[in-house]
T-cell receptor, first 118, second 112 residues
Framework: NAGVMQNPRHLVRRRGQEARLRCSPM?????VYWYRQLPEEGLKFMVY????????ESGMPKERFSAEFPKEGPSILRIQQVVRGDSAAYFC????????????????FGPGTRLLVL | DAKTTQPPSMDCAEGRAANLPCNHS???????VYWYRQIHSQGPQYIIH???NNETNEMASLIITEDRKSSTLILPHATLRDTAVYYC?????????????FGTGTRLQVTL
């Protein structure tokens, strides 16, 4: 059973360009979470999505960042007009559909995408 | 979610048990204790979680005090590959999935 997949693993962008990060959840998982880890800092929650719905975006910067999880295909985290401060590791996690079982809410993480803005 | 306190760093000799403490004195009755680790910039790896009973799996054991105000993650026979940052997270599970709030964790260094 393949784990959470993220691509690309490394992404280099110049200031002002767009960055698109993709996340394919584990098979059977319908919940996706995005976290960001700035250099030498801890992971910070960004957004939580279910298929075609944003459930919690309390950690998303108000501008330039957006996320989607379409009915078909991977979840996408999009950063428009990147700046140097966006350089970070972006991790995606997934969890199964809720079924009233505690173990179903465990989040499993992908390997991350390392974004470098020049 | 309740706040947790962990020592910033610990050392452990290879082959010995690593005991990582976590204080969560403001934990509520419906909050679970979760442990994750992050090995050198890889994605966080789920280790174990528990509510009030001690738990054990193939990776580790989790000991939660009777008053639930603190817990200890035990790696019974630490290896060099267990060198990582270990995060203790307290999280309410209310029937709707929710975010994980990571603190600064404990940096465990396993040495020869």
């Amino acid at each position: 059973n393949a784990g959470v997949m993220q691509n690309p693993r490394h992404l280099v962008r110049r200031r002002g360009q767009e960055a698109r990060l993709r996340c394919s959840p584990m098979k059977g998982h319908s919940h996706v979470y995005w976290y960001r880890q700035l250099p030498e800092e801890g992971l910070k929650f960004m957004v939580y999505l279910q298929k075609e719905n944003i459930i919690d975006e309390s950690g998303m910067p108000k501008e330039r960042f957006s996320a989607e999880f379409p009915k078909e295909g991977p979840s996408i985290l999009r950063i428009q007009q990147v700046v140097r401060g966006d350089s970070a590791a972006y991790f995606c996690a997934s969890s199964p559909p809720l079924a009233g079982i505690i173990e179903q809410e465990t989040q499993y993480f992908g390997p991350g995408t390392r974004l470098l803005v020049l | 979610d309740a706040k947790t306190t962990q020592p910033p760093s610990m050392d452990c000799a290879e082959g010995r048990a690593a005991n990582l403490p976590c204080n969560h004195s403001t934990i509520s009755g419906n909050e679970y204790v979760y442990w994750y680790r992050q090995i050198h910039s890889q994605g966080p790896q789920y280790i174990i979680h528990g509510l009030k009973n001690n738990e054990t799996n193939e990776m580790a054991s989790l000991i939660i005090t009777e008053d639930r105000k603190s817990s200890t993650l035990i790696l019974p026979h630490a290896t060099l590959r267990d060198t990582a940052v270990y995060y203790c997270i307290v999280r309410a599970l209310t029937g709707t999935a929710s975010k994980l709030t990571f603190g600064t964790g404990t940096r465990l260094q396993v040495t020869l």
